[in-house]
């Protein structure tokens, strides 16, 4: 090991390209752990993205792979024939809910070395597509089938030829391409792999799955059974499997996740940070902070506000976040706000700084289809603005599980009832209030949050986690 620690985060679709959520997490980790170095290896689905953060000083090093793009062999195997054969059997073993071992199949496959056209003009390669496509496809065109399954292989062999920068520890900030990535270093250079999920990454996918309406059949379930047979590979691999709460805990062990290496660690934020001095304004004020696209589900948090309105003419909401992300989205709210003659009353400000919003809102509302552990919540809570959410994620525990404050997605009504009882209950919300910020200093510390992954790093980055 080097004088400083050197770890590697593998990140797949977030930081540095995407603001906000695990993004400002990842940011936030690494500037929280100065004496640690950190290198990046970002999985993006196209070359050359804006980088939206000034990434820290301790950032010594920067590689990007383009999942997209299938890259030359730079190596060839010692052995082609064994390594296609490996490849078949682990295969066969992932489509049937198995859980393979990789350590022959990565002694075999070489860095650099891409499978992208063998995979379907090899012997072995052609056969295993042609009978799977014959067992699981037969109501759908063969050249359906061909394209689905050459995408997602393709993917997967241009993640395991890429080369990760040396670090002594290796850490994927979620399972799929990422985690895959990080499972074959720790394989092929002898080093601790650590897994940090913030959300369950093949139940977020099978979700996107089931909503797209050109993915059909058995391209569905191939998709759907390629990630949840990584996560499985993940689980079984990672020398420390960390989630953020209790219930996505269990459902990691539930796909196999040995208990003794899996750990529950809460986000945290940086609690001195968010004890801003209340400002009251007149009126009643409602905030939502998030990005402007479709998983924070903008549209049902219009809805909400022109519900309320009817009871409390005087309420103002603020969409607190950047617009520029999913333009036609953004358009479709305004368009929205617009139809509903709501627009004196409902204001999209763009990137702030939430601080100020958080002196003067009387009540925060996530309107999310899908959450892990909202921060928002935790830095509201500081400064004293209750919440009213969805029951997504760990949600419901943030907001202890008080069924006055909490709604399915979707429910507009039900939402709207929160907000009116936060608004017309002062004195049950003030001892709420105290409640809510006596739990972040006890439980979500981010001092606390950075000691406890400085310990893991520096735990598994010498030579203990051999033993």
């Known amino acids: ?37 950190f290198v990046l290896a970002t999985i993006s689905p196209e070359a050359d993205q804006q980088v939206r953060y000034e990434l820290p000083e301790n950032v010594v090093e920067h590689r990007d792979i383009t999942i997209t793009r299938s890259s030359a062999s730079v190596t060839k195997p010692g052995d082609r024939k064994a390594l296609l054969d490996e490849i078949k059997r682990t295969h066969d073993i992932m489509f049937t809910r198995g859980t393979p071992r990789m350590e022959k199949l990565f002694s075999l496959y070489p860095e650099g070395y891409s499978l992208s056209s063998e995979a379907v003009t090899s012997t072995v390669g052609w056969e295993m597509l042609t009978a799977t496509n014959q067992q699981k496809n037969p109501l759908y065109p063969f050249a359906d089938y061909f394209w689905a399954w050459k995408s ?6 241009t993640v395991l030829a890429s080369s990760p920068p040396e670090a002594d520890v290796y850490h994927s900030v979620s399972t799929g391409f990422a985690g895959m990535a990080a499972l074959a270093a720790k394989i092929r250079r002898n080093r601790p792999f650590i897994l940090t999920e913030h959300g369950l990454y093949h139940k977020e996918r099978e979700m996107e799955i089931r909503k797209t309406r050109f993915i059909r059949g058995y391209q569905r379930d191939m998709w759907t059974n390629i ?51 209340r400002s009251e304004r007149e009126g009643f004020h409602v905030g939502l902070v998030g990005r402007v696209v479709p998983i924070k589900d903008i549209k049902t948090f219009i809805a909400t506000a022109k519900i309320v309105l009817h009871s409390i003419p005087e309420a103002r909401f603020y969409c607190i976040g950047p617009t520029d992300e999913d333009e036609m989205y953004y358009q479709d709210c305004v368009n929205l706000v617009n139809s509903l003659r709501i627009s004196e009353n409902f204001i999209f400000t763009g990137r702030q700084d939430v601080r100020e919003y958080y002196s003067f809102l009387n009540a925060l509302i996530l309107t999310s289809v899908r959450e892990a552990q909202p921060l928002v919540i935790l830095e509201g809570y500081v400064a004293g603005v209750p919440a009213v959410a969805t029951k997504v994620g760990n949600i419901p525990e943030l907001l202890d599980f008080d069924e006055r404050l909490l709604a399915p997605p979707k429910d507009a009504e039900k939402l709207a009832r929160g907000i009116i009882f936060i608004h017309d209950n002062p004195e049950e919300v003030k001892a709420m209030e105290k409640r809510n910020r006596k739990k972040v200093y006890k439980r979500y510390d981010r001092v606390q949050l950075h000691k406890t992954y400085r310990g893991i790093y520096e735990h598994f980055g010498g030579d203990t986690w051999r033993e």
């Open 1 to 37: 090991m080097a004088d400083r620690l050197k770890v590697c985060l593998f990140l797949e679709g977030t930081y540095p390209y995407i603001t906000g959520g695990v993004s400002a997490w990842v940011h936030d980790l690494i500037r929280g752990i100065p004496e640690v170095d």
């Open 227 to 277: 990630y949840n047979s990584v996560s499985r590979m993940c689980y079984q691999y990672a020398d420390k499997t960390i989630s953020l709460f209790k219930e996505n805990m269990q459902l990691q062990l539930d796909m196999g996740s040995p208990p003794e290496r899996t750990v529950v660690i809460p986000n945290g934020i940086d609690i001195q940070r968010y004890e801003v001095a």
């Open 152 to 157: 997602a292989h393709d993917m997967l062999f």
